[in-house]
């Protein structure tokens, strides 16, 4: 089981409402992941993290910021939401070994964040 | 810079009969890691099936399994004696053997949504 929970599974608000999702992961993995997805539709990576104090911009451009305090906590926010960050958001994570390929790199999603933006 | 293409939007299956995904990918190196995720209505993504692309077997896990054509840069996906629990979106994956940069991140294909008819 993977063990990779995210908070809250869903949020409706209002705009201009400053907004966290909380992700939280107890396998030890450095490496942790945002995707953003809307209902049925492809996954766009919008930020990573290979480990504490360690945050990159994905491939999707995102208004959202992220912070990695704690290797087990990688929490993402929306200073100011909008209608357009209306969506869904995977947090996943997965092992990270740069001095050797033991692992696949697989990755671990939580259950997702659903965010409605009114 | 490696694509993963899934060509079927939808597709669609009869309980207990088998159905195959198509998944092809590009990439100009020699090692890699493949991987099959399923993502079910409203519930968490998980990992179907792993393929390390220096074993020419191809993998299974029970009723999954994949035709993994290197050559061809191919990586099917098998499912036999289908059930109403496999209706899902299925995402194929690539992952380069590098952990630099970007360069360990998974690379997803657009998805298919597979229905399962009783």
């Known amino acids: 089981e993977a063990d990779i929970y995210q908070t809250p599974r869903y949020l409706v608000i209002g705009t201009g409402k400053k907004i966290t999702l909380e992700c939280s992961q107890t396998?030890?993995?450095?490496?942790m992941y945002w995707y953003q997805q809307d209902p049925g539709m492809e996954l766009h990576l919008i930020h990573y993290s290979y480990g504490v104090n360690s945050t990159e911009k994905g491939d999707l451009s995102s208004e959202s910021t992220v912070s990695r305090i704690r290797t087990e906590h990688f929490p993402l926010t929306l200073e100011s939401a909008r209608p357009s960050h209306t969506s869904q958001y995977l947090c996943?994570?997965?092992?990270?070994?740069?001095?050797?390929?033991?692992?696949?790199?697989?990755?671990?999603f939580g259950e997702g964040s659903r965010l409605t933006v009114l | 810079a490696q694509t993963v293409t899934q060509s079927q939007p939808e597709m669609s299956v009869q309980e207990a009969e088998t159905v195959t995904l198509s998944c092809t990918y590009d990439?100009?190196?020699?090692?890699?890691?493949l991987f099959w995720y399923k993502q079910p209505p409203s519930r968490q993504m998980i990992l179907v099936i792993r393929?390390?692309?220096?074993?020419?077997q191809n993998a299974t896990e029970n009723r999954f399994s994949v035709n993994f054509q290197k050559a061809a840069k191919s990586f099917s996906l098998k499912i036999s004696d289908s059930q109403l629990g496999d209706a899902a979106m299925y995402f194929c994956a690539y992952r380069s053997p590098y952990y630099g940069g970007s360069q360990g991140n998974l690379i997803f294909g657009k998805g298919t949504k597979l229905s399962v008819k009783p």
């Open positions: 990439t100009s190196e020699s090692d890699y890691y």
């Open positions: 393929q390390e692309a220096y074993k020419q």
């Open positions: 996943a994570s997965s092992e990270f070994n740069p001095f050797g390929t033991s692992n696949t790199g697989e990755l671990f």
């Open positions: 396998m030890g993995h450095d490496k």
